[in-house]
């Protein structure tokens, strides 16, 4: 036997037939307990209805995209920003331990500067600045420059992944000037460096500037 | 790899226009991430509206409903597009939420489907909305209404008054036939008049 119960229940689903719903609505009519059950179910769904939905949060997406793919390693996303020239910042906190953000110049080299761990810094402390330079095919790449007697032989880069090849120097504040080889005979210089220098032989070096360190980071720029 | 400037083409799919789910399902599978972040943008807050009534209005449902994209995304290849994608994410989501709560009370059932309603449900302190007051006490009374149902009931109730699915569908995604989903939601529906009957309901 089908309850009152149930039959308001399946009513409020719409799911009587037409002539049970004439039948039922007729009750409706002059039952009193019947109909405020009724009532009472209707407002029960139109409220839920107008539940708030929960307002889903500006950082959703890129947090699920996050996880779905972590940010790609420190060696990608420069070969990644290479094929996008413009200007690159970006906070270096990778397990290669990089303490600070370099604003780094267009083109293929970039340069970024680590905060020495050391305590007591002074105008004169090094600052460990990494060199990188992207170049897929060579086999060896090294860096010459004021800092090493522009002796390529003393600087070799190692390889990262994805072509880019990199070395860290520590490097006193002051300019220098250099330029890097490729497979041992060819040199260049970072064409999209701020300054230029012309080395009397015809090429253009590249220059860096490496600032003190100070409470906010040291800065290096090309 | 993909940058900024040159995302694999979805082949088919336009972006920004109106491409329904199934083309962008297809795109995600041959490996388009945005067409994957369009797809979630989308139905993030159906998502977040099951896992934030299953498992109320904390951060763990916001985990939760990312939880489901995420393994949404890595079943992607499994999805045949022979239902909803809609339809399927529910499922999933509705999953991760049952993980949970078993997660949470590991001694409770969550298959009782006895109508003394004896878990109860932590809910968090919200904040009262800027509404007027009676509204705001209603909607309160039946947030903690649902909180308070038996796991069966409240999954029930939640698909189809505050999700609007029907029965066909919700069979789909819970794998339970309509009849006996329908009796969930009668006794969801009946137990929570009974919680909110004490509330002067005259005013609306």
């Not at chain 1, 399946?10 to 002059?30: C, I, K, M, T, Y």
């Not at chain 1, 889903?56 to 990644?80: G, H, N, Q, T, Y």
């Not at chain 2, 109730?157 to 006996?180: P, Q």
Request: hydrophobic share 45%; with cysteine.
């Amino acid at each position: 036997m089908i309850t009152d119960e149930q039959f308001v229940q399946r009513f409020l689903d719409q799911e009587l037939s037409a002539e049970e719903r004439v039948r039922f609505v007729v009750r409706l009519g002059h039952d009193e307990t019947l109909r405020t059950r009724v009532i009472e179910l209707e407002q029960l769904v139109l409220d839920a209805g107008r539940l708030p939905r929960p307002i889903v949060p500006e950082r959703f997406v890129a947090a699920v995209m996050e996880r779905i793919e972590p940010a790609p390693s420190l060696w990608r996303r420069l070969a990644e920003a290479f094929v996008a020239p413009h200007s690159l910042q970006w906070n270096l906190a990778s397990a290669a331990a990089v303490a600070c953000v370099a604003t780094l110049a267009v083109g293929s080299v970039w340069v970024v500067t680590e905060r020495e761990s050391a305590s007591g810094q002074q105008a004169s402390t090094p600052v460990l600045v990494r060199l990188v330079v992207l170049q897929p095919g060579a086999r060896t790449v090294q860096v010459a420059g004021d800092f090493n007697g522009w002796n390529p032989s003393r600087t070799p880069l190692e390889q990262a992944s994805s072509g880019a090849w990199t070395v860290m120097l520590p490097l006193a504040p002051g300019r220098y000037e250099y330029q890097f080889v490729v497979d041992g005979r060819q040199w260049i210089a970072d064409p999209f460096a701020a300054e230029q220098n012309d080395d009397g032989f015809g090429s253009r070096n590249a220059v860096i500037e490496v600032g003190p360190v100070n409470t906010t980071g040291a800065g290096a720029t090309l | 790899m993909s940058t900024a400037k040159s995302a694999p083409h979805a082949g088919g799919a336009e972006r920004g226009g109106e491409v329904d789910d199934t083309a962008l399902v297809r795109a995600a599978q041959r490996g388009d991430r945005e067409a994957f972040g369009i797809l979630v943008s989308r139905h993030a807050s159906s998502v977040l509206s099951v896992a934030t009534r299953m498992l109320g209005p904390t951060a763990d449902a916001e985990d939760v409903a990312q939880e489901a994209f995420v393994a949404a995304y890595n079943a992607l290849s499994r999805f045949q597009c022979d239902s909803k994608f809609s339809t399927w994410l529910y499922r999933i989501a509705v999953n991760k939420c049952t993980d949970s709560l078993r997660a949470r009370r590991p001694d409770i059932s969550l298959d009782s489907t006895s109508d003394e309603s004896s878990i109860a449900w932590e809910t968090a302190d919200e904040e009262t909305p800027h509404w007027e007051l009676e509204q705001a006490e209603l909607a309160w009374e039946l947030d903690k209404g649902i909180q308070a149902l038996p796991h069966l009931y409240r999954e029930s109730f939640v698909l189809r008054h505050i999700e609007g699915l029907g029965y066909d569908e919700m069979s789909a995604i819970l794998g339970v036939h309509r009849d006996t989903l329908k009796m969930r939601v009668y006794k969801a529906r009946a137990l929570l008049c009974q919680s909110l009957a004490h509330l002067d309901r005259a005013i609306r």
